[in-house]
């Protein structure tokens, strides 16, 4: 226990001087350090550009050896963007009645064909005519009630079919189908925001739910809620279909009014108005992977990867119809329509355009994301400042100060110089704690600085372990190395217990917490691990080598 090898003493200060350069970059100010400077908006600006190049080369210098990761604060320390979100469940019963009209019409053309007309949708009711009734009645209601969905993992099915008159069958979203469409909805969508606000899942954004409709959403350090309102307010339906750019056809159809009936008329970024077919080739639902990317100009683009599956069809497509136009159309606008030169494999398609970097990200993160089931209407929107952030963080700074000074002279009076290695030992847990925070991304929030002051307290309790055996040790006649190495030895299986049974707690309120109770958590379960590092390994350290430097026959304590 006493022995200490050269080895084992490189580990030691390898593990505190990390921690330290980890920590350091949160002792001083971004001017210090270097700002990340503010992307170019227009990226035809060359000059700009050359600006923003020279100013990224300038900030990376600027740090010399010292990571650029700082700790990240919360909502409730720095201030963001605060949003209410409700989603309709009119709407989602009306969208979810659409999605079904491919099966119903699938299911109506099977063997013996039930001739009808189109059906009728109005919000969540779908009427449909039944031109055969004294033949096709019973067969259409009993198709009908075969294919009807249950909701999500629920066993609530998604219509009631009645038969309405002589003709018509109504298929009607119920009341219990809205409320499990809401519950099915919700979660969805939290998962979509999250995805789309947050695609690299390193900020500490959150995300939680109201009621059977409504989402809270807080994202610190954002000062701009019209960028997020843009990014979630875009409902994310992306398609690949065939086009057709010739002028004057597209001329004809605007000054009709009408196409033919498989196409239709879109706007496009790059050629105004073009014709596209009406059934999609492929989907977003078939896109694997998408991130922002470089195209051969050097300017923004977004890069997407389509699954197996769909990047087989889609050479299909891109060989099949060389010398043709094909259009990604996102949200009813065609984003880019390339001719097809020669076949394309793989599955790696972009889009161009004049995007920034910024349009180009959150457009990925919005196809990546896939569609929203609904439209979010925003309630609730507020912008926090950072002046109460800077008072809580003075106030728990303070409470820190205190809280250790208390605690140092306490181990002091009471064990003396052996007191004051584990108060040694104490900073280098703080330093270790915010090392730590800072190279895992974390976010500290009011209760992550709680968090912190409570592992103050907490840490000094292996100490006190050891030494309170230590001391009887020595009153019972051993001398000083016999009874640290005594001490620590039957100390270490009550200290391995009690942080262990904390351990399993800050798990839970892991797992099951959201938002400040998981900042908690993370600072309690990162203070446990250090705390019992520098309080086993660190104190130990120093003892032994005022053990063997000074040689006492005796410790004062």
Do not use: H
């Not at 196409?259 to 073009?274: F, N």
């Not at 639902?285 to 977004?302: G, L, Q, S």
């Amino acid at each position: 226990m006493l022995n200490f090898p050269l080895w084992k003493v490189g580990i030691i200060v390898v593990v505190l001087l990390w921690g330290t350069v980890l920590a350091l970059p949160n002792m001083f100010s971004d001017g210090f350090l270097g700002v990340q400077p503010k992307e170019v908006s227009d990226p035809t600006n060359t000059a700009a550009v050359a600006a923003y190049e020279q100013q990224l080369q300038e900030a990376d210098q600027s740090w010399w050896f010292l990571p650029s990761g700082k700790l990240n604060l919360g909502l409730d320390l720095q201030g963001g963007v605060y949003l209410l979100m409700e989603i309709d469940p009119a709407e989602i019963a009306a969208n979810r009645l659409e999605t079904v009209q491919a099966d119903i019409r699938s299911a109506f053309n099977r063997n013996p064909l039930i001739e009808r007309n189109p059906p009728v949708q109005n919000e969540d009711r779908l009427t449909i005519e039944i031109l055969n009734p004294e033949e096709d009645m019973d067969e259409a209601v009993r198709r009908l009630n075969r294919l009807n969905p249950t909701i999500g993992t629920t066993q609530t099915e998604l219509f009631d079919v009645q038969q309405t008159g002589d003709r018509f069958i109504q298929l009607t979203v119920t009341g219990n189908a809205r409320t499990a469409l809401a519950s099915d909805a919700q979660s969805k969508m939290m998962e979509i925001i999250r995805r789309r606000i947050d695609p690299d899942g390193v900020a500490e954004i959150s995300i939680t739910p109201q009621g059977d409709n409504r989402i809270i959403l807080e994202a610190p350090g954002e000062a701009d809620p019209k960028r997020i309102k843009d990014i979630l307010g875009q409902a994310g339906r992306l398609t690949f279909n065939m086009a057709n750019l010739d002028s004057s056809a597209i001329q004809a159809a605007i000054n009709s009014g009408r196409t033919l009936p498989r196409q239709q008329l879109v706007d496009s970024v790059d050629y105004g108005q073009i014709l596209i077919n009406r059934i999609p080739e492929l989907t977003g639902a078939d896109i694997a992977t998408a991130n922002r990317c470089f195209d051969e100009a050097n300017f923004p683009a977004v890069c997407f990867r389509l699954n197996s599956s769909a990047a087989t069809k889609f050479y299909n497509l891109t060989r099949n119809n060389t010398g043709k136009n094909f259009a990604i159309v996102l949200d009813g606008t065609s984003m880019s329509s390339p001719t097809i030169r020669t076949p394309i494999p793989g599955g790696n398609v972009i889009i161009e355009g004049r995007f920034t970097i910024e349009e180009a990200e959150d457009l990925a993160a919005i196809i990546e994301a896939g569609e929203l089931p609904a439209k979010l209407n925003f309630l609730d929107e507020r912008t926090v400042g950072p002046t109460l952030g800077a008072e809580s963080i003075a106030a728990g700074s303070r409470a820190s100060l205190i809280g250790l000074a208390f605690v140092g002279l306490f181990m002091v009076l009471a064990y003396g110089l052996i007191g004051g290695f584990a108060v040694g030992s104490l900073l280098s847990n703080i330093v270790l704690i915010i090392g730590a925070l800072s190279g895992f991304g974390a976010t500290l929030t009011l209760p992550g600085i709680a968090g912190i002051i409570l592992t103050i307290g907490m840490a000094v309790d292996a100490n006190v372990i050891v030494f309170e055996r230590i001391r009887e040790e020595q009153a019972s006649g051993r001398s000083p190395a016999t009874a640290i190495q005594a001490g620590y030895e039957r100390a270490l299986s009550a200290i391995l217990d009690a942080n262990i049974t904390t351990f399993i707690a800050a798990s839970i309120l892991y797992m099951v917490g959201s938002g400040p109770v998981k900042g908690f958590a993370v600072t309690l379960a990162i203070g446990i691990l250090t705390s019992v590092f520098t309080a086993f390994v660190v104190t130990r350290w120093l003892t032994v080598m005022y053990l063997r430097t000074m040689r006492p026959k005796r410790l004062s304590m």
